[in-house]
């Protein structure tokens, strides 16, 4: 088979339908990669006019271009936009578009998620879209402080698009994260042992794992004001025993890793570009690797230090105090490993090394000041002044969209396969670094001065007219130089010359797949054997083409790839992808009718639309599977391997692993908010608790441990003599009665509006009643496969999978009864 | 503090700048990871920080009068002779204040006190979250639903300073400020006794 034969046989399996249909039925991650930037640029420049209406209000003393509630709409949606719809989704959109081909394989772990992930973004984004249209937009502040965010003091629709909208968005977040861990550990190119992996794929996995654990509690937040603000449970609510402050708690938990879940991507692109524009390799890629873990460790204790005016002890200041600080430690060490690369080779000043200028300049001034406002004396001075907000602007936009400049001068020649023509992008920078640092530093003076942050306006005695009249002035240059930035791209993607492949000598995989990318990325998986796969072996590109690696034979009309040893990088199963469809667009759409429902309050509808997301998460994982063994695949190159369907550990129980991961963290944030409100909230202990029940807590706890040793069973009988059944039918029931026990606690909690401990319990008994639902719906479903003949001792991928969450129900419901019987006990 | 940030920032600039124009022979990976790493990355940062951390600590417990217990929540600000109490009462958007001393007595958005003596504005909110804050008294503090936070506030000398609130509380927010009226002894004896407003 020659080259172009091969090329057209792999096309016509993996592509996406042709024109605009193809948008809505596409999985391939090239496809929503792309999307997943375009929307995230999109609601950038959208971000950006917000600003500039801020800055246009705030240019002048006494402005009349807006009034109080108009300019805090522009300011709430301006942190909002900007933090979960631009840079959170450029993130994941940059790292789905790359890291298949960085990692030399040709898609990610879980295709259909990826296009489900998309769907949800752009669906949840357009929800808040439209209530800036509409003028109900947010305008509590992006940290959505309550009471003043909470039903008696916000009466209005515009917090409930907040919470619900930017929910809606998370749910993108976490399955890009579920996806992005599996891909990164199980799927690469074989030999790509995990200390062989590109730079920015660490990056992405301690990023993705910063998400999981980062985002449960502010989902759970925003659900406990949600039904704060929808059904009266008062969880924030000081004088029926809830707390504003759990809120803070649970926000800046979320708030202070999300600082660092924006860095980090932007440091694996700074630490993949510097070595290439520098000719060289990464100096101490282990100590990068390690300083990243260590930020991400760190970046989790710190979250108290957006509290410092809250009346914390001094003594927990102090303990705060030293460790944001010491969070310098290996962000230090990153800036000195860049710096250290830069020595080692003979570094060129191309556009995107003039981007890297710009961060390092920039993002070293917002880590000084950072530095400064953790030293505590200082932050109750400058504490919500414009101080804070130029600092934290130096942070991101030098932290981030500085980095992410140059990823995209970099990365567009292999996503367009052209060169740049004009020299726009030169001015642009200047521009923008100009603009930036006029717009900034101007900040820094007046908040120092004592011009608090959002504020709508101020007196000319004030003598802060000229200082924000540059700052105002100076945006709009930085507006101009991102505007060039836009219009220099688009005239690269439509009308620049083709370039050729790997202009910059770069030593990654992705530059040795064809420019632009095909659907498949690599007609033939490489073997790699050192850490710059591409850099020592140029032939690697036609060799590959040629199908001399491995899965090289398109023999069937199945969308292949393999997966490997986390570890070694072996490889270990084959993987067949589903293709085309529209099911994740349209379980997006019935996602959104749940949230629509909850946001307009049309009640009837939400659990219809909970009973259509699982009917099409049925069909979803229906149409997997085979009913034949299939027995070894031969993947080319000698090496025969299982379909992960006929193997313990499949993508898809990896993939439950990190999502159960996710769904503890929120579990645990709940757990955390019932011991806070208990121990700190004022009007505790409650009037009355809920009666303790011997026989509730024993049988629910039974019956969920029951179900998980009958997992168990079921799959020792598969195995062994491939009767599945029993074990199921028996796990079934013991999860049915959980679901029970369950209820009849919910049945028997004291009024939830009446107080937040009844509040607390409510919830946390709807979480286990919820997830005795669910895995009595996965027995259901693993009942009905091995019935209609899906599985067998060999295909067995499906039991380990619903064993994971019977396991964590057990768990769960345990601890779940023990917090709502003990106290009763004790009292 | 400022000064240092400059000269680190001096000194990150030049090393990047001085990449550019170096074109000697390329280091090794062993020596760089020494020189750059170990040497810049850990052990530079980690003694700035230290000191300065050191430096803030001790600065916390100079602004707080009190061997350090100035900011608690709640009760347990230690009291001495000296010491006025008042309390401070936030809502959208006004401050009321009252008095320990003159215990009939409210004055809204004007918060009196002794110039000279340590002041424990007892800070809380009836409504949303907000934040009490004299800048040339101390720093800020917030007021919060259910809790009562105290802060430790002290006037040099007689005089008006201006008060604000600094935690974003609704479209009020810019105009919510008060101020403080630092009286000599004299004239708080006057005050606490009832003589003028």
């Given at each position: 088979?020659?080259?172009?034969?091969?090329?057209?046989?792999?096309?016509?399996?993996?592509s996406?339908?042709?024109?605009?249909?193809?948008?809505?039925?596409?999985?391939?991650?090239?496809?929503?990669?792309?999307?997943?930037?375009?929307?995230?640029?999109?609601?950038?420049?959208?971000?950006?006019?917000?600003?500039?209406?801020?800055?246009?209000?705030?240019?002048?003393?006494?402005?009349?271009f807006?009034?109080?509630?108009?300019?805090?709409?522009?300011?709430?949606?301006?942190?909002t936009?900007?933090?979960?719809?631009?840079?959170?989704?450029?993130?994941?959109?940059?790292?789905?578009?790359?890291?298949?081909?960085?990692?030399?394989?040709?898609?990610?772990?879980?295709?259909?998620?990826?296009?489900?992930?998309?769907?949800?973004?752009?669906?949840?984004?357009?929800?808040?879209?439209?209530?800036?249209?509409?003028?109900?937009?947010?305008?509590?502040?992006?940290?959505?402080?309550?009471?003043?965010?909470?039903?008696l003091?916000?009466?209005?629709?515009?917090?409930?698009?907040?919470?619900?909208?930017?929910?809606?968005?998370?749910?993108?977040?976490?399955?890009?994260?579920?996806?992005?861990?599996?891909?990164?550990?199980?799927?690469?190119?074989?030999?790509?042992?995990?200390?062989?992996?590109?730079?920015f794929?660490?990056?992405?996995?301690?990023?993705?794992?910063?998400?999981?654990?980062g985002?449960?509690?502010?989902?759970?937040?925003?659900?406990?004001?949600?039904?704060?603000?929808?059904?009266?449970?008062?969880?924030?609510?000081?004088?029926?025993?809830?707390?504003?402050?759990?809120?803070?708690?649970?926000?800046?938990?979320?708030?202070?890793?999300?600082?660092?879940?924006?860095?980090?991507?932007?440091?694996?692109?700074?630490?993949?570009?510097?070595?290439?524009?520098?000719?060289?390799?990464?100096?101490?890629?282990?100590?990068?690797?390690?300083?990243?873990?260590?930020?991400?460790?760190?970046?989790?204790?710190?979250?108290?230090?957006?509290?410092?005016?809250?009346?914390?002890?001094?003594?927990?200041?102090?303990?705060?105090?030293?460790?944001?600080?010491?969070?310098?430690?290996?962000?230090?060490?990153?800036?000195?490993?860049?710096?250290?690369?830069?020595?080692?080779?003979?570094?060129?000043?191309?556009?995107?090394?003039?981007?890297?200028?710009?961060?390092?300049?920039?993002?070293?001034?917002?880590?000084?000041?950072?530095?400064?406002?953790?030293?505590?004396?200082?932050?109750?001075?400058?504490?919500?002044?414009?101080?804070?907000?130029?600092?934290?602007?130096?942070?991101?936009?030098?932290?981030?969209?500085?980095?992410?400049?140059?990823?995209?001068?970099?990365?567009?020649?292999?996503?367009?396969?052209?060169?740049?023509?004009f020299?726009?992008?030169?001015?642009?920078?200047?521009?923008?670094?100009?603009?930036?640092?006029?717009?900034?530093?101007?900040?820094?003076?007046?908040?120092?001065?004592?011009?608090?942050?959002?504020?709508?306006?101020?007196?000319?005695?004030?003598?802060?007219?000229?200082?924000?009249?540059?700052?105002?002035?100076?945006?709009?240059?930085?507006?101009?130089?991102?505007?060039?930035?836009?219009?220099?791209?688009?005239?690269?993607?439509?009308?620049?010359?083709?370039?050729?492949?790997?202009?910059?000598?770069?030593?990654?995989?992705?530059?040795?797949?064809?420019?632009?990318?095909?659907?498949?990325?690599?007609?033939?998986?490489?073997?790699?054997?050192?850490?710059?796969?591409?850099?020592?072996?140029?032939?690697?590109?036609?060799?590959?083409?040629?199908?001399?690696?491995?899965?090289?034979?398109?023999?069937?009309?199945?969308?292949e790839?393999?997966?490997?040893?986390?570890?070694?990088?072996?490889?270990?199963?084959?993987?067949?992808?589903p293709?085309?469809?529209?099911?994740?667009?349209?379980?997006a759409?019935?996602?959104?009718?749940?949230?629509?429902?909850?946001?307009?309050?049309?009640?009837?509808?939400?659990?219809?639309?909970?009973?259509?997301?699982?009917?099409?998460?049925?069909?979803?994982?229906w149409?997997?599977?085979?009913?034949?063994?299939?027995?070894?695949?031969?993947?080319?190159?000698?090496?025969?391997?299982?379909?992960?369907?006929?193997?313990?550990k499949?993508?898809?129980?990896?993939?439950?692993?990190?999502?159960?991961?996710?769904?503890?963290?929120?579990?645990?944030?709940?757990?955390?908010?019932?011991?806070?409100?208990?121990?700190?909230?004022?009007?505790?202990?409650?009037?009355?608790?809920?009666?303790?029940?011997?026989?509730?807590?024993?049988?629910?706890?039974?019956?969920?441990?029951?179900?998980?040793?009958?997992?168990?069973?079921?799959?020792?009988?598969?195995?062994?003599?491939?009767?599945?059944?029993?074990?199921?039918?028996?796990?079934?029931?013991?999860?049915?009665?959980?679901?029970?026990?369950?209820?009849?606690?919910?049945?028997?909690?004291?009024?939830?509006?009446g107080?937040?401990?009844a509040?607390?319990?409510?919830?946390?008994?709807?979480?286990?009643?919820?997830?005795?639902?669910?895995?009595?719906?996965?027995?259901?479903?693993?009942?009905?496969?091995?019935?209609?003949?899906?599985?067998?001792?060999?295909?067995?991928?499906?039991?380990?999978?619903?064993?994971?969450?019977?396991?964590y129900?057990?768990?769960?419901?345990?601890?779940?009864?023990?917090?709502?019987?003990?106290?009763?006990?004790?009292? | 503090?400022?000064?240092?940030?400059?000269?680190?920032?001096?000194?990150?600039?030049?090393?990047?700048?001085?990449?550019?124009?170096?074109?000697?022979?390329?280091?090794?990976?062993a020596?760089?990871?020494?020189?750059?790493?170990?040497?810049?990355?850990?052990?530079?940062?980690?003694?700035?920080?230290?000191?300065?951390?050191?430096?803030?600590?001790?600065?916390?417990?100079?602004?707080?009068?009190?061997?350090?217990?100035?900011?608690?929540?709640?009760?347990?600000t230690?009291?001495?002779?000296?010491?006025?109490?008042v309390?401070?009462?936030?809502?959208?958007?006004?401050?009321?204040?009252?008095?320990?001393?003159?215990?009939?007595?409210?004055?809204?958005d004007?918060?009196?006190?002794?110039?000279?003596?340590?002041?424990?504005?007892?800070?809380?909110?009836?409504?949303?979250?907000?934040?009490?804050?004299?800048?040339?008294?101390?720093?800020k503090?917030?007021a919060?639903?259910?809790?009562?936070?105290?802060?430790?506030?002290?006037?040099?000398t007689?005089?008006?300073?201006?008060?604000?609130?600094?935690?974003?509380n609704?479209?009020?927010?810019?105009?919510?400020?008060?101020?403080?009226?630092?009286?000599?002894?004299?004239?708080?004896?006057?005050?606490?006794a009832?003589?003028?407003?």
């Open positions: 088979m020659t080259a172009l034969r091969r090329h057209r046989k792999l096309s016509a399996i993996w996406s339908e042709p024109g605009f249909r193809g948008w809505f039925s596409s999985v391939n991650h090239s496809d929503l990669g792309r999307m997943f930037l375009v929307t995230a640029f999109f609601f950038f420049l959208v971000g950006g006019v917000l600003a500039m209406l801020i800055r246009a209000q705030l240019a002048t003393p006494h402005s009349a807006a009034d109080a509630g108009a300019f805090a709409q522009f300011f709430t949606m301006h942190g936009i900007m933090m979960f719809l631009f840079a959170i989704p450029t993130f994941e959109g940059l790292a789905i578009y790359l890291l298949p081909k960085m990692l030399g394989t040709r898609d990610l772990a879980f295709p259909r998620l990826t296009a489900y992930g998309y769907w949800c973004y752009a669906f949840g984004g357009s929800m808040l879209l439209v209530a800036l249209v509409f003028g109900i937009a947010p305008d509590g502040g992006w940290f959505m402080y309550p009471p003043l965010t909470g039903p003091h916000s009466p209005g629709i515009n917090t409930d698009f907040w919470l619900i909208g930017i929910t809606f968005v998370e749910i993108s977040a976490i399955c890009a994260a579920v996806e992005l861990c599996v891909s990164i550990l199980k799927y690469r190119a074989p030999g790509m042992s995990l200390d062989k992996m590109p730079i794929a660490w990056y992405a996995l301690v990023t993705a794992l910063m998400i999981l654990t985002f449960p509690p502010l989902i759970l937040g925003s659900v406990l004001l949600e039904l704060e603000r929808a059904f009266g449970l008062p969880f924030f609510q000081a004088d029926l025993g809830g707390d504003s402050l759990l809120w803070q708690h649970l926000f800046w938990l979320f708030g202070h890793p999300e600082v660092y879940i924006i860095f980090l991507p932007a440091a694996g692109v700074i630490s993949t570009i510097i070595p290439v524009m520098a000719r060289t390799t990464l100096l101490g890629y282990g100590w990068i690797v390690a300083s990243a873990v260590a930020l991400a460790f760190l970046s989790f204790g710190l979250w108290v230090h957006h509290m410092f005016t809250t009346g914390i002890p001094l003594m927990g200041l102090a303990f705060f105090s030293a460790a944001s600080t010491l969070v310098a430690v290996p962000t230090g060490v990153q800036v000195f490993a860049w710096i250290g690369t830069l020595w080692k080779g003979r570094p060129e000043m191309h556009l995107p090394m003039l981007h890297i200028f710009g961060f390092f300049f920039t993002f070293v001034i917002g880590g000084l000041t950072g530095v400064m406002v953790a030293v505590v004396p200082f932050d109750w001075q400058a504490h919500d002044t414009a101080f804070i907000t130029a600092h934290l602007h130096y942070v991101l936009f030098g932290g981030f969209v500085f980095p992410i400049l140059a990823g995209i001068y970099y990365w567009l020649p292999l996503v367009s396969g052209r060169k740049r023509f020299r726009l992008g030169e001015v642009a920078f200047a521009l923008i670094f100009l603009g930036f640092h006029g717009t900034f530093l101007a900040m820094h003076w007046v908040g120092l001065m004592g011009q608090r942050r959002r504020i709508e306006t101020y007196d000319a005695e004030t003598g802060w007219g000229a200082i924000n009249l540059i700052s105002s002035i100076s945006s709009f240059i930085m507006a101009i130089g991102l505007a060039m930035v836009l219009i220099d791209v688009l005239i690269h993607a439509f009308v620049a010359v083709r370039g050729g492949r790997n202009p910059w000598k770069a030593g990654t995989l992705e530059w040795a797949s064809m420019s632009p990318p095909p659907a498949y990325n690599f007609a033939s998986l490489p073997h790699v054997t050192s850490r710059d796969a591409f850099h020592g072996d140029p032939g690697l590109a036609n060799r590959l083409a040629k199908g001399e690696g491995y899965l090289g034979d398109p023999q069937s009309a199945r969308r790839t393999l997966t490997v040893d986390i570890a070694t990088g072996d490889p270990d199963f084959m993987v067949i992808y293709g085309n469809t529209r099911l994740p667009i349209l379980m759409a019935v996602t959104g009718l749940f949230f629509l429902s909850i946001l307009i309050k049309l009640y009837w509808l939400t659990p219809l639309a909970l009973a259509g997301v699982a009917a099409l998460a049925l069909v979803w994982v149409r997997l599977g085979a009913r034949t063994d299939a027995g070894p695949q031969d993947a080319g190159r000698g090496v025969t391997l299982a379909l992960a369907g006929e193997t313990e499949s993508p898809g129980w990896w993939g439950s692993v990190f999502l159960l991961v996710a769904n503890a963290t929120f579990f645990g944030s709940l757990l955390f908010g019932y011991a806070f409100l208990w121990t700190v909230a004022p009007g505790w202990p409650p009037q009355d608790w809920l009666a303790p029940s011997l026989v509730e807590l024993g049988i629910g706890g039974a019956a969920a441990l029951t179900s998980a040793l009958a997992m168990r069973l079921a799959i020792r009988g598969n195995r062994h003599r491939a009767r599945p059944l029993p074990g199921l039918a028996f796990a079934l029931t013991a999860t049915l009665v959980t679901a029970v026990t369950f209820a009849m606690l919910l049945s028997r909690v004291p009024p939830p509006d107080h937040a401990y509040a607390t319990l409510f919830v946390l008994g709807s979480y286990a009643l919820c997830h005795a639902l669910i895995a009595g719906l996965m027995l259901a479903f693993a009942i009905a496969r091995a019935r209609r003949g899906y599985t067998s001792p060999a295909r067995q991928a499906e039991f380990h999978i619903v064993s994971l969450w019977t396991d129900l057990a768990v769960i419901a345990t601890l779940s009864l023990l917090a709502a019987h003990l106290p009763g006990f004790l009292a | 503090m400022l000064a240092g940030a400059a000269a680190i920032l001096a000194l990150v600039l030049g090393l990047l700048l001085a990449a550019f124009r170096r074109r000697g022979t390329a280091s090794d990976e020596a760089g990871v020494k020189v750059w790493i170990i040497g810049l990355g850990f052990v530079f940062s980690m003694s700035v920080l230290a000191a300065l951390t050191v430096y803030g600590l001790f600065a916390g417990q100079r602004l707080m009068p009190g061997a350090g217990a100035g900011v608690e929540a709640g009760v347990g230690r009291v001495g002779a000296d010491v006025v109490s309390s401070a009462e936030a809502r959208q958007w006004s401050w009321r204040f009252a008095y320990d001393d003159r215990p009939d007595h409210i004055t809204d004007v918060l009196h006190i002794p110039a000279g003596r340590p002041v424990d504005v007892a800070i809380t909110t009836t409504d949303v979250v907000h934040s009490f804050w004299v800048p040339r008294l101390a720093g503090l917030d919060i639903p259910g809790h009562v936070n105290t802060l430790r506030i002290e006037a040099d007689p005089g008006t300073y201006q008060g604000l609130t600094a935690e974003y609704g479209p009020g927010y810019r105009a919510h400020v008060f101020t403080v009226e630092a009286h000599d002894a004299q004239s708080w004896d006057a005050f606490v009832g003589d003028r407003q």
